[in-house]
């Protein structure tokens, strides 16, 4: 079964930094495009920042010059680097994933859209 796992959440405090991880599991051939998105308490879910490639990377307004997304290929990973962190950070951070692979043994391979379970961000004093 092909999934998303996220780690490295916590708690932080404001002003410092936390990196989180995600890693793509099960029947893959190729990766399109990897991303995380966040929701906070009573918010709709939004765009933190995705990754096609180095060269081609993608932030929210709220978080440029601050996050840094990046791929391990080998791996099937992709982490979120978040300094600077503020309390509006404060958030389920979710893997986002657009990929060819099966999800069922002997069937057909096909361009999944895949979520992670979310890791939860909290940044407090």
């Known amino acids: 079964q092909v999934q998303l796992v996220e780690s490295g959440g916590g708690l932080v405090q404001p002003g410092g930094s936390l990196r989180v991880s995600c890693v793509a599991s099960?029947?893959?051939?190729?990766?399109?495009?990897m991303g995380w998105y966040r929701q906070a308490p009573g918010k709709e879910r939004e765009l933190v920042a995705d990754?096609?490639?180095?060269?081609?990377?993608n932030y929210a307004d709220s978080v440029k010059d601050r996050f840094t997304i990046s791929r391990d290929n080998a791996k099937n990973m992709v982490y979120l680097q978040m300094n600077s962190l503020k309390p509006e950070d404060t958030a389920n951070y979710y893997c986002?994933?657009?990929?060819?692979?099966?999800?069922?043994?002997?069937?057909?391979?096909?361009?999944?859209?895949?979520w992670g379970q979310g890791t939860l961000v909290t940044v407090s004093s």
């Open positions: 099960g029947s893959i051939l190729s990766i399109r495009s």
């Open positions: 986002n994933a657009l990929l060819f692979g099966r999800q069922t043994s002997g069937g057909p391979y096909r361009y999944l859209e895949l």
């Open positions: 990754i096609i490639n180095s060269a081609s990377t």
